[in-house]
């Protein structure tokens, strides 16, 4: 079975600009989470898809936005790029239901904003 | 306010023996507790996880243990391979409203395991 994969997988944009982020899920999985990884604050939750809506939401401004589409692919969005947004972009994937929390990552988005 | 702690960001251990790792907890509303390896520049890959419901859970060489009471878990890897040097995450979901909860996770800081032939 394929794992998770994101594209594109390293991303460099000037402060201002906005970004698309995309994670194709494992075949199967509904769930899909998306995490921010910096050195400073380390794994963070960004927001999850299941079933194409929005079931949690972090603590993040309202800049970053997600969706998910039928086929459980889902794309990250940032607007109005900050110098602080600068990190790693986690996609994750899960069945999203029954008694299976496990979550299995992509390999991550590295986007640099200068 | 860190509802998820890993206090130690380090670890050496000789191959072949054990590696402890700890994670601490203060948010009662979690009930299934993972743990993740992680290499530079690649995702978190899935190791071993524990419901609420057990103290125990083993997994070849991995085995995690939780005490609820203490809030605490842990993850023992046995023997040590150098293969094993990289950074580990525990992570902690909450409890499902109606299966809500599930794709949540809180993540410790980690800690960087190294593990010397």
């Known amino acids: 079975k394929a794992g998770v994969t994101q594209t594109p997988r390293y991303l460099i944009k000037t402060r201002g600009q906005q970004v698309t982020l995309s994670c194709s899920p494992i075949?199967?999985?509904?769930?899909v989470s998306w995490y921010q990884q910096t050195p400073g604050q380390g794994l963070q939750f960004l927001f999850e898809?299941?079933?194409?809506?929005?079931?949690n939401k972090g603590n993040f401004p309202g800049r970053f936005s997600g969706r998910q589409f039928s086929n459980s692919r889902s794309e990250m969005n940032v607007s109005t790029l900050e110098l602080g947004d600068s990190a790693l972009y986690l996609c994750?994937?899960?069945?999203?239901?029954?008694?299976?929390?496990?979550?299995?990552f992509g390999p991550g988005t590295r986007l640099t904003v200068t | 306010d860190q509802q998820v702690k890993q206090n130690s960001p380090s670890l050496s251990v000789q191959e072949g023996r054990i590696s402890i790792l700890n994670c601490d907890y203060t948010?009662?509303?979690?009930?299934?507790f993972l743990w993740y390896k992680k290499y530079p520049a690649e995702g978190p890959t899935f190791l071993i996880s524990?419901?609420?419901?057990?103290d125990k859970n083993e997994d070849g060489r991995f085995t995690v243990f939780l005490n609820k009471s203490a809030k605490h878990l842990s993850l023992h890897i046995v023997p040590s391979q150098p293969g094993d040097s990289a950074v580990y995450f525990c992570?902690?979901?909450?409890?499902?409203?109606?299966?809500?909860?599930?794709?949540?996770?809180?993540f410790g800081q980690g800690t960087i395991l190294t593990v010397h032939p």
């Open positions: 524990i419901s609420s419901i057990k």
């Open positions: 992570a902690a979901s909450p409890k499902s409203a109606g299966g809500t909860s599930y794709g949540k996770l809180t």
């Open positions: 948010n009662s509303m979690f009930d299934y």
């Open positions: 898809y299941f079933s194409e809506t929005q079931r």
């Open positions: 994750a994937s899960s069945l999203g239901w029954g008694s299976s929390y496990e979550q299995y």
């Open positions: 075949s199967g999985h509904r769930s």
